[in-house]
T-cell receptor, first 109, second 116 residues
Framework: EDQVTQSPEALRLQEGESSSLNCSYTVSGLRGLFWYRQDPGKGPEFLFT???AGEEKEKERLKATLTKKESFLHITAPKPEDSATYLC??????????FGAGTTVTVRA | DSGVTQTPKHLITATGQRVTLRCSPR?????VYWYQQSLDQGLQFLIQ???????AKGNILERFSAQQFPDLHSELNLSSLELGDSALYFC???????????????FGEGSWLTVV
């Protein structure tokens, strides 16, 4: 069974304090690794898809990287509006998308 | 706005009752997915349909069922409701099957179900 573990569970940052979130995974035949952002009471909002080890993608202050066992979401110089829960998900050979529990990021001004 | 529409947004019902949650996928999307999110379990995959046919099944209870209609909208039916079924139910859609480069799933805003 595919497994996704995200760490830390919660992260409190000062505005401008860069940090990284980790997503460790085990999957049978990785088809893709996805990052989503979720605000309280809202649906997950798509951020990135990574398909192979070594791939990197960037969007504003966020950068996602992928290795064979884990993915990192780097937040550079975060702002309060970056506060959210960040979800990692993997898709295996059976097309199912399995989510981690998420990392809740709080950025203080 | 992801383009995925879910109704109702909020629903309160009693134990033992049956409810139907409705989802309209993004225009052009053939795949529909249903997920359950509760406080203690995170996002759990329930079921996926592709162009009207069941494609993948997750941890969906026998009391729950779903279908995708010819116009591609989908319904999730929850019956014999229990207190533990209280959760946020998300529908998501994608153009085709995941795993194809550029094919991503987009989530709706969810339906809050409270069973009392």
């Amino acid at each position: 069974e595919d497994q996704v573990t995200q760490s830390p569970e919660a992260l409190r940052l000062q505005e401008g304090e860069s940090s990284s979130l980790n997503c460790s995974y085990t999957v049978s035949g990785l088809r893709g690794l996805f990052w989503y952002r979720q605000d309280p009471g809202k649906g997950p909002e798509f951020l990135f898809t990574l398909y192979s080890a070594g791939e990197e993608k960037e969007k504003e202050r966020l950068k996602a990287t992928l290795t064979k066992k884990e993915s990192f979401l780097h937040i550079t110089a975060p702002k309060p509006e970056d506060s959210a829960t960040y979800l990692c998900a993997v898709q295996g050979h059976d097309y199912k998308l399995s989510f981690g529990a998420g990392t809740t990021v709080t950025v203080r001004a | 706005d992801s383009g995925v529409t879910q109704t109702p947004k909020h629903l309160i019902t009693a134990t033992g009752q049956r409810v139907t949650l409705r989802c309209s996928p993004r225009s052009g999307d053939l795949s529909v997915y249903w997920y359950q999110q509760s406080l203690d379990q995170g996002l759990q995959f329930l079921i996926q349909y592709y162009n009207g046919e069941e494609r993948a099944k997750g941890n969906i209870l026998e009391r729950f069922s779903a279908q995708q209609f010819p116009d591609l909208h989908s319904e999730l039916n929850l019956s014999s409701l229990e207190l533990g079924d209280s959760a946020l139910y998300f529908c998501a859609s994608s153009v085709g099957l995941l795993g194809v480069a550029g094919n991503t799933i987009y989530f709706g805003e969810g339906s809050w179900l409270t069973v009392v």
